[in-house]
């Protein structure tokens, strides 16, 4: 470290999806365009949509996201610890960008001590090359029951000295509740770490809400620091939560129908972003209890957490039917890491990797198996299409050795010469470990040729860039984003 010590500010939830992530990153970009070097930076994170970062780890899609919008590269001590769910109670423990072992959510309750120490060396590393470090919390601030060992949000705050920003929503309605309240449970060292609160989400008259913020500020004896509208853009950026597809709005009506299906533990779902983006496109993520559409031209498998677990599911949907079905009426399949290795003959587990430890059967519309193997894959690549020579970027996140016949059929060559993917030898059976293929525009026009979908000439990751831009300047409008600089130290 150079000695360097830039000022600080969290931003701490009234409640869970309250708009933390958007906000951290608007005011990231916001910052930055006012000739600031800011990073983000996350305790504790709870996704299983990560990133790969330029230093060889993984951190969760919000930071990676906020990263770019401060114009720095993501590194794993932007969020040096992160669950990633295996379980309703259970989740494997990434501590700064590298697999530490699992843990039930009680056991995971007595590692947080020890965790702690790299929570905090990973924060003074961005703050010694930083002008500002806006960091963000996790869930509410109000979770008293889980106070004890925190550090996540006032456990973090207490032990580095960070003011804090509480954030509320007003869209789920009870937001004076929502702040007071947390005002009212967390203990009083706690609040004296509060220097304001924020109000997210307003819809209508802002006008009609000033005596609302007048009383917060009242009863909190914390000052407003600004009532932000509802941003409608918010949708074009990558979603970090699993939750975001519960909540999609209806499909596209493009003429050709994609169909992704929702498995229990899927993961890094914004690889299919650029497709929503497509006007020709219908994108459908097809749920528990719903069929795959008769009229997909193309279905795919998505990532997963837990592969074995999963495909099982799927099986357990009858999903697994409705593909056989697919493929003999000509219909397409792609399988991206989980779901390639879902779409082989077998998948062995020796070593418990995933759970206990076995094998299974796959789908066997891929002549290929996978062994899973304790050391994970985790790289940025980037290369080109075999068939049509179209570029990508994108990165490997992975477990597991896939081999077989049909491998001898790839689809991509990365820039290092190595040959990935594998294809069925009528073509129509796809399976590749790289995700973010299809943020690459040629590359994405690619893929709809090969089912036939005509593809826009929108530019995607400029898209990113323009909605962050859009978000920043919504903020600047709407917060005194000068009276929260000055409030950080």
């Known amino acids: 470290m150079n000695g360097r010590r830039g000022k600080a500010l969290m931003i701490q939830g009234a409640g869970s999806d309250v708009g933390k992530s958007l906000i951290v990153a608007g005011l990231c970009r916001a910052f930055r365009n006012r000739g600031l070097t800011v990073r983000p930076f996350k305790p504790q994170n ?9 230093d060889g780890g993984e951190i969760g899609r919000a930071q990676a996201l906020q990263a770019r919008a401060c ?5 794993v001590h932007m969020n040096p610890v992160l669950l990633k769910p295996q379980s309703q109670i259970g989740s494997q423990i990434v501590v700064q960008g590298k697999v530490r072992g699992s843990a039930n959510a009680r056991d995971y309750q007595t590692l947080k001590p020890e965790l702690m120490g790299a929570v905090l060396d990973s924060f003074e590393r961005l703050r010694s090359e930083a002008d500002l470090v806006l960091v963000e919390g996790a869930g509410s601030a109000a979770e008293i029951n889980l106070r004890a060992n925190d550090i996540a949000n006032m456990g973090f705050a207490r032990a580095a000295d960070v003011p804090v920003v509480v954030l509320g929503d007003i869209d789920r309605g009870g937001v004076i509740a929502q702040i007071v309240g947390t005002q009212a449970v967390i203990a009083p060292e706690d609040a004296a770490l509060v220097v304001g609160f924020m109000v997210n989400r307003f819809r209508g008259d802002p006008s009609l809400f000033e005596a609302g913020l007048t009383a917060i500020a009242e009863r909190s004896g914390w000052p407003s620091l600004g009532l932000i509208p509802w941003f409608p853009d918010a949708a074009r950026l990558p979603a970090e939560d699993a939750l975001a597809l519960d909540q999609r709005k209806a499909p596209g009506e493009g003429p050709v129908t994609i169909a992704v299906l929702q498995l229990p533990r899927i993961s890094n779902f914004d690889d299919f972003d650029p497709l929503k983006a497509e006007p020709g496109v219908r994108l459908v993520f097809v749920r528990r209890g719903e069929t795959i559409p008769v009229e997909a031209a193309l279905v795919i498998i998505p990532g997963s957490k837990t592969t074995i677990a999963d495909l099982a599911a799927l099986r357990a949907q009858g999903w697994h039917i409705d593909l056989a079905a697919h493929v ?8 991206v890491c989980g779901g390639y290795q879902m779409l082989g003959r077998s998948i062995e587990d020796p070593l418990g990797i995933e759970g206990d430890a076995g094998a299974c059967e796959g789908l066997g ?4 198996g996978t062994v899973m193997e304790a050391s994970k894959t985790l790289k940025q690549v980037t290369g080109r299409c075999l068939a049509e020579g179209a570029p990508f970027t994108g990165y490997e996140m992975h477990i597991g050795r896939t081999d077989g016949p049909d491998r001898g059929r790839p689809l991509l060559e990365m820039a290092d010469g190595r040959r990935e993917g594998a294809s069925s030898a009528d073509g129509r059976v796809r399976g590749v470990y790289v995700h973010g293929l299809f943020s690459d525009d040629r590359q994405r026009r690619t893929w709809l040729n090969w089912i036939g979908a005509d593809a ?4 995607y990751e400029q898209g990113i860039e323009d909605t962050l831009d ?8 709407h917060v005194d984003c000068g009276r929260i600089l000055s409030l950080a130290r």
């Open 46 to 54: 709870m996704s299983n949509n990560a990133a790969v970062t330029a």
């Open 365 to 368: 519309l891929l002549d290929v």
């Open 456 to 459: 826009s000439d929108f530019a």
């Open 71 to 75: 114009g720095a590269p993501a590194s």
């Open 328 to 335: 003999r009426r000509g219909g397409k399949v792609l399988g």
């Open 470 to 477: 859009a978000l920043a300047a919504h903020l600047e409008k």
